[in-house]
C-alpha cells in the first residue's frame, strides 16, 4: 500500500470561505463540499497559490466555530463569472472537495 502524504492545511485566509460551505454525499456515498463565492483579488491569489502548492495532496479543513476536522481532495477550482458584489470582488469562484473523511486535526500538518 502506498504511503499517503500528510495533509496540507487549508490556509487561514481561505477558512472564511467554509462558512458558506454546502455537504452532501456522491454517486458512491462518498462526501463532498461545494462552495460558491464572491471573491477579491487577494483571496483570489490565494486560492491559485494553495491549488499549486496542493498537487495531489490531501488537504485538511478546519471548520469555523467548530472543532471539527475534515481531510480529502481539491478539486481544481473555476471561475463562475461575475460576482454578486462587483464593489469589493473580481469574480465568484467554485471550489469543491472530494473523498471529504470525518477526523482529528492532525498538528503535522503542512501549512502554506
Known amino acids: 500500500m502506498p504511503l499517503r502524504p500528510p495533509p496540507v492545511d487549508l490556509p487561514p485566509v481561505l477558512t472564511p470561505l467554509l462558512q ?6 456522491d454517486s458512491n456515498g462518498k462526501r463532498v463540499c461545494r462552495i460558491d463565492v ?4 487577494g483571496t483570489l491569489l490565494a486560492i491559485h ?3 499549486a502548492h496542493l498537487r495531489r495532496r490531501p488537504v485538511q479543513l478546519k471548520l469555523p466555530a467548530s472543532a471539527e476536522c475534515m481531510t480529502g481532495e481539491m ?3 473555476f ?3 461575475a460576482p454578486s458584489d462587483r ?3 473580481i469574480a465568484k469562484v467554485r471550489l ?3 473523498n471529504l473523511q470525518d477526523g482529528e486535526c492532525v498538528d503535522g ?3 502554506d
Do not use: H, K
Not at 464572491?38 to 483579488?41: S, T, Y
Open 20 to 25: 458558506e460551505a454546502q455537504f452532501a454525499f
Open 75 to 77: 478539486a481544481s477550482t
Open 109 to 111: 500538518a503542512e501549512s
Open 38 to 41: 464572491d471573491v477579491d483579488a
Open 96 to 98: 469543491s472537495f472530494y
Open 79 to 81: 471561475s463562475l463569472g
Open 87 to 89: 464593489s469589493r470582488c
Open 49 to 51: 497559490e494553495f491549488e
